[in-house]
């Protein structure tokens, strides 16, 4: 009888590799954007509508399409899947850097926006298909979130040296060599997995979320230049209102949907769930403003504006690393709750700077906001995790990330719609900025109580008998 054949064993040491720095791609993607949009609005001759736009067509279709990513790398193969993101999100960011227009930059940012949605969750399933023993994901998974999460820090920076010298180009042309490296690296080095029993592609699903939250968003956006009134806004909201009914409609009947309706039955779930649209919220839509804050409000240049927006970005990178141990120790509603309330605190502090206000005097309130967050979103989506059955796992997380990107779309319109109608009313930009803030701070905080009182000892996950971090370690993805 002849032995078994052995077992291919991945070489981990360069699947980790290969998968943080094509999250450290997304994640750079992320805040490298924000520190040029003062570059782009001057020599793209746009409003802020338009930088709305640049920013939310990305994310819009990452938060649309996050869950579709992850079925597919499933049904069709991790690494092609990963590979495939990859290609497309480098040639689109080729497309971006030499859009002549803002209509072509919005384009260049769809298509970034499909990659990141392929490209991201491939890479977090290549490394947990990899490590099958839960000790060993968890430590995995808190790696690739921290290294990857560098990624996070160094966008403000990076887009602001790279617009001051080079123009806003530059910040997408950074990803081209990266890209590079990520093709012939993980033609190489990745080992070919996927799920035979994977759910098919729910195609009506995709097509009404994305159709939904796309009417919304556009009504947000635009309603504060064509008047909220007008007949395109309210057919915008409708058609996005009666989009997203419809999808709750179909996702209960369809075998395979991409948003499973029995999940929200637990309540841990729909809160963490719940709590972590507002994260997105709250914190994609006030960080859409920090460069323009220091630019266009305090006069800095946008290489200081990109060092100035450091602290929040440099207290999630060093925190959030920590984060989901705490939340194992203390409880999950402790440390959501404590996270909800430091952050809100620090966005209603940062509603009442103003142009003179010193540097000294903005930037704790910044790393506040960077703390407090960051000390809440690994432990929401490893309870969003924990609601649910180890063999739903990936779908809890996937389900976590897509609510919070649809909590960044809806803020970045929502909150640009604060400033635009206080700007409308005759306040300054200046003012509309405090609006903003104070607005995503009372949300933040309004969630934080809600959140304790929702939740009781009765909804925390069962602590292990030998402590050990239960949580999934987790940074910001697209």
Excluded at 437 to 456: E, H, K, M, N, S
Aim: net charge positive.
């Amino acid at each position: 009888m002849k032995p078994a054949p052995p077992v291919a064993v991945p070489n981990r040491a360069a699947l980790l590799t290969v998968t943080c720095l094509g999250q450290f791609m997304v994640l750079l993607d992320n805040t490298i954007v924000g520190a040029a949009l003062p570059d782009m609005q001057q020599r793209l001759h746009t409003r802020l509508t338009g930088l709305q736009w640049i920013v939310d067509a990305y994310v819009l279709l990452v938060a649309m399409l996050l869950l579709s990513g992850g079925v597919f790398a499933d049904r069709f193969g991790r690494k092609r899947v990963f590979l495939a993101g990859v290609a497309v999100f480098t040639a689109a960011s080729v497309l971006c850097s030499a859009a002549p227009s803002i209509g072509w930059l919005i384009t260049g940012r769809v298509l970034q926006g499909i990659g990141a949605a392929a490209l991201s969750p491939a890479s977090l399933a290549l490394l947990v298909a990899a490590h099958p023993v839960p000790q060993e994901r968890v430590r995995a998974i808190g790696l690739w979130a921290g290294l990857s999460g560098i990624g996070l820090a160094a966008g403000p920076l990076a887009g602001g040296v790279l617009a001051e010298a080079f123009g806003w180009p530059a910040i997408f042309l950074v990803n081209v060599p990266v890209g590079a490296v990520l093709l012939v690296a993980g033609l190489r080095t990745l080992a070919e997995s996927r799920n035979p029993a994977a759910p098919a592609i729910d195609v009506p699903g995709t097509a009404l979320s994305v159709l939904g939250v796309g009417a919304l968003t556009y009504g947000l956006i635009e309603g504060g230049s064509r008047g909220w009134t007008s007949p395109v806004i309210l057919s915008g909201f409708a058609a996005g209102a009666v989009a997203l009914a419809a999808f709750i409609v179909v996702e209960g009947r369809v075998p395979a949907p991409m948003l499973p309706m029995r999940l929200f039955r637990q309540r841990l779930f729909t809160v963490s769930n719940t709590a972590m649209t507002v994260v997105g919220f709250a914190l994609m839509g006030s960080s859409f403003f920090f460069s323009q804050f220091f630019v266009h409000v305090q006069g800095s240049s946008i290489l200081r504006a990109g060092v100035q927006t450091l602290p929040a970005t440099l207290a999630m990178v060093v925190v959030s690393p920590f984060a989901g141990r705490l939340a194992a120790r203390h409880g999950f509603r402790i440390m959501v709750t404590a996270g909800l309330a430091l952050a809100g605190l620090g966005l209603l502090a940062l509603g009442s700077v103003h142009a003179g206000t010193g540097y000294t005097d903005v930037w704790w309130r910044l790393a506040l906001i960077g703390t407090g967050f960051a000390l809440t979103m690994s432990p929401l989506t490893g309870a969003a995790i924990q609601a649910v059955g180890p063999q739903e796992g990936g779908l809890a997380s996937g389900v976590s990330s897509t609510t919070r990107q649809i909590g960044a779309v809806l803020g970045v319109a929502v909150l640009g719609a604060v400033v635009r109608t206080r700007q409308s009313g005759g306040a300054s930009f200046e003012e509309g900025l405090d609006s903003a803030f104070i607005a995503a701070g009372a949300v933040t905080l309004a969630t934080a109580v809600l959140t304790g009182l929702w939740l009781g000892k009765n909804t925390e996950p069962a602590r292990p008998a030998n402590p050990a971090p239960r949580v999934q370690e987790n940074t910001p993805s697209p």
